[in-house]
T-cell receptor, first 114, second 110 residues
């Protein structure tokens, strides 16, 4: 079955440590997105990519980095520069980059700083 | 001013009644509008999309769009306990991006 796989489901980060969240899709979607969700808040856009080898900063990109070397994969690295990384991270993909079609979401990664 | 606004709730709805959720947005050029349902601890799932003014029905769900008033709503008829969730309104931005509201929590009571 086609879908988006995020791993790990839970991740614990020590102070000063970089961690990478995985996102893989087999939907043949061109566009992929990373959002962050904090309790009581909506989803906030971190980075997005419309095509392989190209990505753009979203609204809250500071302290994060991404790569898009393959169409299927869009990993997110949370660097030590991100001072408040504890959140629920959601990866999404879509078929269209212009009209704004609905997203398919992965199951999410819950990141906690310990 | 938030770009997409929703009442946070919780909205308490008796089982079998109609739940009415509202969403307003600030960007007049937005073309696509979506409602997502999110159960606690889970990722959002798309339940409705609407692109033109008027009503769109899908089973027990009806989405309503009024671009002149910059208003989109979701009605849930014959509410069931399984409808208890947070409902996120999303509005299209440039380049396929979506702007999400903070969500409305719905609680269906037996």
């Amino acid at each position: 079955d086609g879908g988006i796989t995020q791993s790990p489901k839970y991740l614990f980060r020590k102070e000063g440590q970089n961690v990478t969240l995985s996102c893989e899709q087999n939907l043949n979607h061109d566009a992929m997105y990373w959002y962050r969700q904090d309790p009581g808040q909506g989803l906030r856009l971190i980075y997005y990519s419309q095509i392989v080898n190209d990505f753009q900063k979203g609204d809250i990109a500071e302290g994060y980095s991404v790569s898009r070397e393959k169409k299927e994969s869009f990993p997110l690295t949370v660097t030590s520069a991100q001072k408040n990384p504890t959140a629920f991270y959601l990866c999404a993909s879509s078929t269209t980059t212009v009209v704004g079609g609905g997203y398919t979401f992965g199951s999410g990664t819950r990141l906690t700083v310990v | 001013q938030k770009e997409v606004e929703q009442n946070s709730g919780p909205l308490s709805v008796p089982e079998g009644a109609i739940a009415s959720l509202n969403c307003t947005y600030s960007d007049r050029v937005s073309q696509s509008f979506f409602w997502y349902r999110q159960y606690s601890g889970k990722s959002p799932e798309l339940i409705m999309s609407i692109y033109s003014n008027g009503d769109k029905e899908d089973g027990r769900f009806t989405a309503q769009l009024n671009k002149a008033s910059q208003y989109v709503s979701l009605l849930i008829r014959d509410s069931q306990p399984s409808d208890s969730a947070t409902y996120l309104c999303a509005v299209s931005r440039s380049w396929g991006k979506l702007q999400f509201g903070a969500g409305t929590q719905v609680v269906v009571t037996p």
